[in-house]
């Protein structure tokens, strides 16, 4: 299959992507609400509902902005490599859950997410520099 008819599919298919998706096909993350999808043996995962996907899609969008100096980045546009994603999407999370309960693994996206809320009230609140520090002592990266 083809990359356009790939993308054509996926978006017929997948009507809520999640944005955590990189994370958790790398299983840096887990998520009561992924709903795993096989096309052209390639696996997808969408959100299974409306609001679990706008509250992570708000995360993650903050998040790249908070991670852009330590991506040597003045502001983020354009998408990311898969590197630099992965170091947002696994980085961020597990900075996040250490800075929120000092645990360093994401068995759930939504529970994390939801306990943040609580904690700091609104995703603008989180504290982004802390999680930025965490996540790259968290998750270095590729080791060459």
Known sequence: MDEAAFRQVRNDLVARPCPFERAILR???GCRLAERRQ???RELISCATVAGQERCLTCYERLKQSFSFALG???IT???P???AMLVQCGGLK???QRLNGAAEVADVDQLLTQALVQWGNSEHFP???VVHAA???HPGRQR
Request: charged share 10%; glycine share 4%; with cysteine.
């Open 128 to 130: 982004y520099s802390q």
């Open 73 to 75: 980045r003045s502001k």
């Open 78 to 80: 354009t998408p990311l």
């Open 95 to 97: 900075g996040l859950q």
């Open 82 to 84: 898969h590197a630099q």
């Open 39 to 41: 096309i052209a043996e």
């Open 27 to 29: 299983a840096c993350a």
């Open 136 to 138: 790259l002592s968290l």
